[in-house]
């Protein structure tokens, strides 16, 4: 018998959907890890020492989605015994979400949505320009794994040259490693970040980077806050020193008991939402209801093949972090 | 000598860029008709029964964009001395514009910003999706010149699939004709809406065609308000029978001078701006600052072409009106 527990939220529909697809030799427990008996498998967004030091037959945890916490990465190498895996069925809606911001900061929607609701038919600041033309420009993407990849397919649907960075590049020409950045920002038109947060990729995007971004640069960050300085992010903006961003994660989140309340919790230390060049999104790029069908089927596969014994696919390297 | 008279608004740095490109043997006036003497060339918004009839040596006329008003097809077929033309220049920013607009109207940008400003991280209200996938998804585009065909390559890239709606489609699969629309609208992800208006196309989409839209469907109209039938329109959106719309075109505009005042002038009869599923855009699909030098260069271009007695490009035909 293959014990798995999950301890993150899941609609009543989404669980009995995964109970339907996992086979007999399988048993399915929720709720608080500590009161539980053991498991060999637990399914969670962010596990805790206790979870992982109180439960002795646990040897693998499964961060259901694709991205997974720098404090999960750190405290998993303390158990070298439990291997750690991530879910990436949200690569799709990810990217899709990560155009959806590029283009809503590029064309200043939300400003002139809000205005034209109250009737007005121009901008606002008059001596900003209303738009920033992708077509012939360039994507710069930093982190160039499978969403990344995806992002600069549909940015060269927008007819943007694509240069994409990251540690290990291929042979492909459009590849670059990190260390060529400082020459690459310059050039961006759009500059997305998407890469894992790591301790290499912590803080990686601080005011000297984004200093070397032209006046007319859109940023993207649907990765991690941390990547990019805080500060540093909302004095650039606020200077309009690059013409806009669009921010999908940020630097302060609501715990889940906070998120229950359902009470305001602005994402940053800085007032962000003071400023007319920043698409804010709260940390959504990569939900979609309409692939929550295909993530269950995918966590039911992977416990399936637990249970026969084989091994369990996406298996994260806690030094890489992805 | 060849003489122009411009009598829409034209900033001051572009009305100097033009005379720097144009040929000796040009010479150029603004401001209103009425008050000038005879002239070969009048570049318009919008011309007037008084501007053609009142100037016996005009033979041509030039709208400075792609889009040509009804009102102005009809008119000019009352002077067939009088040729017209159009200016072209802005399919990129107009496909850029409607890309942005079905993105974000799939992704809910604008009401999951205005409440993340005021703290919220959850969507509202809780029981409408956050956003539709366009990946996978049927991109249907009404519409199929070179506007519609620069969307095209935005939604393969974003993982659609693409049918052009065209009055004579060409030998390519994508392309189908103006009756297979009933055929087509239960399949469409995506609905675009970029075709001329002409007699043919005015109230081309009503409640029968929007009808037969599936739930999930994300409408976008750059093309003209008249083409797609207002109370329609507004109720599908207010009744949530499809996703959602993104829309750049309307039915009420401001003339000139209430322009000039710029006092509210709400663009529609009914309270689109009620609506949390529309995202609104006053009219400017078309234009880009960082085109207008390249506008000018081509309006430059078609009028030394006429100095040189060459025939200038961009001819309209006034009965197919493009």
């Known amino acids: 018998m293959l014990?798995?527990?999950l301890n993150h939220e899941t609609a009543p529909e989404s669980w009995a959907d995964l109970q339907s697809r996992l086979e007999p030799g399988i048993r399915l427990s929720t709720g608080e890890c500590r009161s539980k008996p053991d498991f060999d498998i637990l399914v969670t967004g962010e596990?805790?020492?206790e979870d992982l030091a109180g439960h002795p037959r646990l040897r693998a945890v499964i961060v259901p989605w694709?991205?997974?916490?720098?404090?999960?990465?750190?405290?998993?190498?303390?158990?070298?015994?439990?291997?750690l895996h991530n879910l990436p069925y949200?690569?799709?809606?990810?990217?899709e979400m990560a155009v959806a911001l590029l283009?809503?900061?590029?064309?200043?929607?939300v400003p002139y949505d809000q205005r034209f609701r109250r009737g007005y038919w121009s901008g606002e600041p008059p001596d900003v320009p209303g738009s920033v033309m992708l077509d012939g420009g360039l994507a710069l993407i930093l982190g160039y794994g499978r969403i990344g990849r995806r992002i600069a397919l549909a940015c060269r649907g927008l007819g943007m040259r694509v240069v994409g960075v990251r540690r290990s590049p291929g042979p492909a020409d459009e590849e670059h490693a990190i260390a060529d950045l400082p020459a690459l920002l310059p050039q961006a038109t759009a500059f997305i970040v998407c890469l894992p947060h790591t301790h290499e990729t912590e803080g990686m995007i601080g005011e000297r980077e984004l200093e070397l971004l032209p006046a007319n640069a859109v940023m993207v960050n649907v990765a991690?806050?941390?990547?990019?300085?805080?500060?540093a992010l909302y004095r650039t903006l606020r200077a309009r020193r690059i013409y806009a961003a669009g921010i999908d994660v940020w630097y302060r989140y609501p715990s889940a008991a906070e998120r229950k309340e359902?009470?305001?919790?602005?994402?940053?230390?800085?007032?962000?939402?003071?400023?007319d060049n920043v698409v804010m999104s709260p940390h959504r790029a990569g939900w979609s209801e309409e692939k929550e069908p295909a993530r269950i089927a995918e966590l039911a596969k992977m416990l399936n093949a637990a249970a026969h014994g084989e091994p369990m696919p996406y298996r994260v390297d806690l030094l890489r972090g992805y």
Request: proline fraction near 14%; hydrophobic fraction near 45%; glycine fraction near 6%.
């Open 262 to 275: 359902g009470l305001p919790h602005p994402p940053s230390a800085f007032p962000f939402h003071e400023l």
């Open 66 to 83: 694709v991205g997974v916490p720098l404090a999960t990465l750190d405290l998993m190498r303390r158990f070298p015994r439990i291997a």
């Open 3 to 5: 014990k798995v527990h």
């Open 224 to 231: 991690r806050g941390a990547i990019v300085e805080e500060a």
């Open 90 to 95: 949200n690569i799709g809606p990810t990217a």
């Open 47 to 49: 596990p805790t020492a």
């Open 103 to 109: 283009l809503a900061a590029a064309k200043r929607i």
